[in-house]
């Protein structure tokens, strides 16, 4: 039993870690928009790994249906982000976050 306890508790830290990665990616790196969204991603994972535990420890259902939800926001919101910035980088020229704060109009 106690073995279980040691996996369960590293899989928990990993999934601590996975999140606060991405957290201090995007805190961090604001200057670079592939940068932000893979650290989006890699919040996302940490909760969807954090929610799968859970509920492997829970023998609980609603873990992994919240996982399979949030695998799903974060797949449409990889599509519609890259989409977002290939048709921004075609009309202006480049990808940057700094010159897209000027275009507040």
């Known amino acids: 039993m106690k073995l279980i306890d040691n996996f369960m508790f590293g899989i928990f830290c990993f999934a601590f870690v996975t999140f606060f990665f991405g957290f201090f990616g995007v805190l961090l790196l604001r200057n670079h928009v592939f ?6 991603e ?3 994972l940490g909760t969807s790994l954090n929610f799968l535990f859970s ?3 829970f023998d609980d259902i609603l873990g992994v249906v919240f996982a399979l939800v949030i695998f799903v926001v974060a797949a449409i ?5 890259l989409s977002i910035l290939v048709v921004y980088y075609r009309v202006f020229g480049t990808v940057s ?5 000027m275009l507040k109009s």
């Open 42 to 44: 890699l919040m996302f």
């Open 77 to 81: 919101e990889s599509v519609i982000g």
């Open 35 to 40: 940068i932000i969204i893979i650290a989006l």
């Open 55 to 57: 509920s492997y420890i």
């Open 97 to 101: 976050v700094d010159f897209a704060v």
